[in-house]
């Protein structure tokens, strides 16, 4: 584990995540800013962090990430299952911590495309029988 770099994608409804993790001393940096900075709510940071302290890795790893799409809350998502998956490489051990806190299950949901001849994806315009 000298100088290698792991790799992990992570997305989020709209949001894409490319997470590269090094080895070092617990620097993240999201689109060249501090990941504090970038996410702006301690929330989505502690969604952030979520994997690393699962693995007790807060302090081991520096990553370096690309999100774009999506908003903030989609982008926290997507940096976290990036992380995650990008941790499998380090150490393989680490599938079953990760997958009893659900941290490599992607999520799924996305908005429903609005459909013809209604306002939008379930709304209705209003129906009068005469």
């Known amino acids: ?48 962090l979520q994997p690393l302290v699962a693995v007790e890795g807060e302090k081991s790893y520096n990553i370096e990430v690309n999100v774009n799409g999506g908003g903030l809350t989609g982008q926290a998502g997507a940096i976290r299952l990036g992380i995650s998956r990008a941790l499998l490489g380090v150490n393989s051990d680490y599938r079953t911590i990760l997958k009893e806190k659900g941290f490599l299950t992607r999520d799924a949901r996305k908005v429903e495309r609005k459909k013809p001849g209604q306002p939008g994806a379930r709304k209705n315009f209003q129906f009068s029988k005469r």
């Not at 709209?14 to 709510?41: E, W």
Request: proline residues 2%; contains cysteine.
């Open 1 to 48: 584990m000298s100088d290698t770099t792991f790799y992990g994608t992570g997305r989020r409804k709209r949001s894409i995540a490319r997470v590269y993790l090094t080895p070092g001393k617990g620097h993240i940096k999201v689109n060249g800013q501090s990941f504090k900075d970038y996410l702006c709510r301690d929330t989505l940071a502690t969604i952030v």
